[in-house]
């Protein structure tokens, strides 16, 4: 079973930075490169928001538009980790960001396509 655990949330003024990780277990090397790990965010009354996605292997990335040219997503294979560095923080980027995996490279970003989900860790950027 896929377990992924966050770290790296915070609280930051607009226009700073912070960089959030995603380190997956319980998949072996082979498996993780041929998974999707991908980052959504979540804030009350609002449907789950996809923010970026990357292959395990590192090869394959999205960015949602929201985040396009501040957000960058990258994985570490050798540690199956996986990384969101987030620059220019926006008071509208608050929210609890959470880690997400599903077998197979390619495809589908929705959410609901995504069987394994971490607890998710706080941002919060003020004005």
């Known amino acids: 079973q896929v377990q992924l655990v966050e770290s790296g949330g915070g609280l930051v003024q607009a226009g700073g930075s912070l960089r959030l990780s995603c380190a997956a277990s319980g998949l072996s090397f082979v498996s993780y490169i041929s998974y999707t790990l991908g980052w959504f965010r979540q804030t009350p009354g609002k449907e789950r928001e996809f923010v970026a996605a990357?292959?395990?292997?590192?090869?394959?990335?999205y960015a949602g538009d929201s985040v396009k040219g501040r957000f960058t997503i990258s994985s570490d294979n050798a540690k199956k980790t996986v990384y969101l560095q987030m620059n220019s923080l926006k008071p509208e980027d608050t929210a609890v960001y959470l880690c997400?995996?599903?077998?197979?490279?390619?495809?589908?970003?929705?959410?609901?396509?995504?069987?394994?989900w971490g607890q998710g860790t706080q941002v919060t950027v003020s004005s």
């Open positions: 997400a995996a599903r077998r197979g490279v390619g495809g589908s970003l929705f959410s609901r396509d995504f069987g394994s």
């Open positions: 990357i292959s395990g292997s590192g090869g394959i990335s």
